[in-house]
T-cell receptor, first 114, second 114 residues
Framework: DAMVIQNPRYQVTQFGKPVTLSCSQT?????MYWYQQKSSQAPKLLFH???????NEADTPDNFQSRRPNTSFCFLDIRSPGLGDAAMYLC?????????????FGPGTRLTVT | AQSVTQLGSHVSVSEGALVLLRCNYS??????LFWYVQYPNQGLQLLLK??????LVKGINGFEAEFKKSETSFHLTKPSAHMSDAAEYFC????????????FGIGTKLQVIP
């Protein structure tokens, strides 16, 4: 089945230790997104890729970076995680088509910062 | 600018009772509207969407929603709640035309009482 895969599902890192979260998709969608979701809150968009074009949200901290080496993969790098970065990180994809604007989400990576 | 308001962060219903989750939106152009469901420690799954055409939209798991332009509403309903419906539900809005940012509501946690 076509899907969005996130690894790992649970990640524990230490305060200030760089961490990378990964996302892959078999849907061949050209748009990929990273969201941060804290407990009992809506997902907050961090950035998205439209093909290879990177689009950062204005309020996304510089501590968060992303890479998309090809259509299928996208990575979220947190350079110096703080306690406030503990959250669920969701990857999503979509087509750029008016008739199919919905996003497809992966299962998420829950990040714990100790 | 677009926004979504979900009335009621927590809703409790008895098993077999009607489920009604409220969503109002604001948008300066015709919107695309979505309902997503999120189970604990999972990503978001699309329940249903409205883009154009029929204003009553049927989704998965027996849910449906009606787009009412005059009321700027897109409420989610299900005639008879099942225990498996207990989850968090997010209403979301975007615009038509290529890539458009999706704005999520704060979510409504549905509790189903046996």
């Amino acid at each position: 089945d076509a899907m969005v895969i996130q690894n790992p599902r649970y990640q524990v890192t230490q305060f200030g230790k760089p961490v990378t979260l990964s996302c892959s998709q078999t849907l061949n969608h050209n748009v990929m997104y990273w969201y941060q979701q804290k407990s009992s809150q809506a997902p907050k968009l961090l950035f998205h890729y439209y093909d290879k074009d990177f689009n950062n949200e204005a309020d996304t901290p510089d501590n968060f970076q992303s890479r998309r080496p090809n259509t299928s993969f996208c990575f979220l790098d947190i350079r110096s995680p703080g306690l406030g970065d503990a959250a669920m990180y969701l990857c999503a994809t979509s087509r750029e088509q008016n008739r199919n604007p919905e996003q497809y989400f992966g299962p998420g990576t829950r990040l714990t910062v100790t | 600018a677009q926004s979504v308001t979900q009335l009621g962060s927590h809703v409790s219903v008895s098993e077999g009772a009607l489920v009604l989750l409220r969503c109002n939106y604001s948008s300066s152009v015709p919107p695309y509207l979505f309902w997503y469901v999120q189970y604990p420690n999972q990503g978001l799954q699309l329940l249903l969407k409205y883009t154009t055409g029929a204003t009553l939209v049927k989704g998965i798991n027996g849910f449906e929603a009606e787009f009412k332009k005059s009321e700027t509403s897109f409420h989610l309903t299900k005639p008879s709640a099942h225990m498996s419906d207990a989850a968090e539900y997010f209403c979301a809005v975007s615009f038509s035309g290529g890539y458009q940012k999706v704005t999520f509501g704060i979510g409504t946690k549905l509790q189903v009482i046996p």
